[in-house]
């Protein structure tokens, strides 16, 4: 419990929320409604004893919709944050601790990513290939990767070159226990807080490339595709609309929340 | 100042040849006949047959080898010429003239209002802080900051078009029409600078040169004015300018939402029908976007604030 304890109210509060989200998400499925089944009879029906969050313009139950768009969103914002948490953290540290060739290959890599704003790379690769989950993971975490290297690079730099560090190799520890010993700490927080926000980012990223119709493709539930789907029946059923989005809201909320530090 | 320039200007070349590379290689990794492909996009999955593949790769030159490909690319993109749209047969060029002027509209009210917005809210909390409007508006803040800009916008149609009539929901025409895109854009990015500002002020509020001007007779007023806003201006210029990345990303989708005829919505629809001379021509023009408003900043920088002149 000594991670918990050493977090701060806010970061608590936003793990309590992912948590009760993630339940939802992930027990949902449980009651055993079909989020892609059909029934015209009961479209628009308003939330109630059969249908807990009501049902869509072609009498999708709401529940099991939602319930699959935050799961698609967690999946997304986990494997994107891992993937370029793991391989940002590695190339910073390679590009700060062997320079010369390798710095610099990496750091062209990063600047030409950069050179982009995020979601305009994020939606050319989207148009390569429409409806594809793969290329929006591949993109989005190409995107959060510059941010991760170029932290970790930053912050390792100094360490590497630092007396501690240098001492320690005389001593004869491997560059396993440098790692450990010195570089870890030094890095871990930011890590973790830019993992949070890489999160937000991602789930933020997916929603949009849904929102301007070109990523995920209907009948799939994704936050950001119901959000423009349930967008021409607001004056019928503006629960309807709400619920996508207070979910969208609540998932980037509890991630920044977690983050901590301001931006 | 010319090392500024110059290296923005470098990464502007890096920037074009990245867009142009990547959608070249992304367009030729995937699996299937590219000529197929385009046809499908272009005239829907039923109207495909070999005669329309035929026609599109005559019409863009896909049977020649790739290398030879991305050279002509290359080639055409020095000289200006960024091909023709696959969808209105209009130069992409022309086209993206046109937007262009209706996102540079968006974008400069956008960023007037989102100072204005941020400067004033951000002095008032940061000489009053830890009051009631200091925490109003921090909740309010992260509360606009933790969803996607197209959810604010969404909202603002909600209140102000929707329940109160007060302006169209989207579309181009007079002033009105750009009151609540203009809206969106300047709240999004006020949410985050005007706590900086704020920041920033409580900072020089509290520090030693303020205190001393007071002490030397001079009232809250005239100290606030000498010492102060100096102070918060530099940082919260700077800030909003690195924000401005996110003006980017928040015009593509603000222009999508309200159907604003500009670049983003110009993106979002290349990249809908898989139109790809106008998916690099816009794409291309972000990013030079992008690279402008940065180089903007540093120069705007380095006039506000005498050190970095003195490292130079």
Known sequence: MSVFHRLTMQQRAGMVILLCLAVFAFCAPLAGTDPDTQDLRHAFAAPGAEHLLGTDHFGRDMLARLSGGMRISFALAIICVFSAAVSGVACGLAAAWYR???????????????????????????????GSFLMIYIAISLVLWVEFFRLVRAITLPVVQGEELESSALHGFGKWYLF????????????????????????????????????????????????????????????????????????????QLLAGKQP | MLKILLSRLGQCLLMAWSVGTLTFILTRLLPGDMAYKIATGRYGDDAVSTAAANAVNAELGLDRPAFQQYLV????????????????????????????????????????????????????????????????????????????????GLLLIFIFSMELNWFPVAGFGSAEYAVLPVLTLALSLAAVSNRVVRNSTRQAVNSAYFHFARTKGLSYAQAFTRHVIPNVIVPGLAFMGIQLIGLIEGV??????????????????????????????????????????????????HYLDPRTRLEN
């Open chain 2, 252 to 301: 593509i989708m603000v222009e999508s939402l309200f159907a604003w005829p500009g670049i983003g919505h110009g993106l979002s629809h290349a990249v809908f029908a898989r139109d790809i001379p106008m998916l690099q021509g816009t794409a291309l023009v972000m990013g030079m976007l992008f690279v402008a408003i940065n180089t903007l900043v540093d120069i705007s920088q």
């Open chain 2, 73 to 152: 690319w290359l080639g055409d993109l020095i000289t200006g010429d960024l091909g023709t749209s696959l969808v209105t047969g209009a130069p992409v060029v022309h086209e993206l003239k046109n937007q262009m002027s209706f996102t540079l509209v968006l974008a400069f009210w956008a960023i007037l209002a989102a100072a204005l917005i941020a400067f004033p809210v951000g002095l008032l909390c940061g000489a009053k802080a830890e009051t009631v409007p200091d925490k109003a508006s921090l909740i309010t803040s992260t509360f606009i900051r933790s969803q996607p800009v197209f959810c604010l």
């Open chain 1, 100 to 130: 010369r060739w390798l710095d610099t290959g990496l750091n062209f890599l990063a600047n030409t990513i950069l050179a982009l704003p995020g979601l305009v790379l994020i939606l050319v690769f989207a148009a390569i290939v429409p």
């Open chain 1, 180 to 255: 450990k010993r010195h570089i870890w700490p030094a890095i871990a927080p930011d890590v973790y807080s830019l993992s949070a926000f890489g999160a937000a980012t991602s789930v933020i990223a997916m929603s949009s490339t849904g929102f301007v119709y070109v990523g995920l493709k209907p009948p799939t539930p994704e936050l950001g595709l119901m959000i423009v789907e349930l967008f021409p029946y607001y004056y019928k059923a503006p629960w309807l609309l709400l619920e996508p989005i207070a979910a969208l809201f609540l998932m980037v909320f509890a991630f």
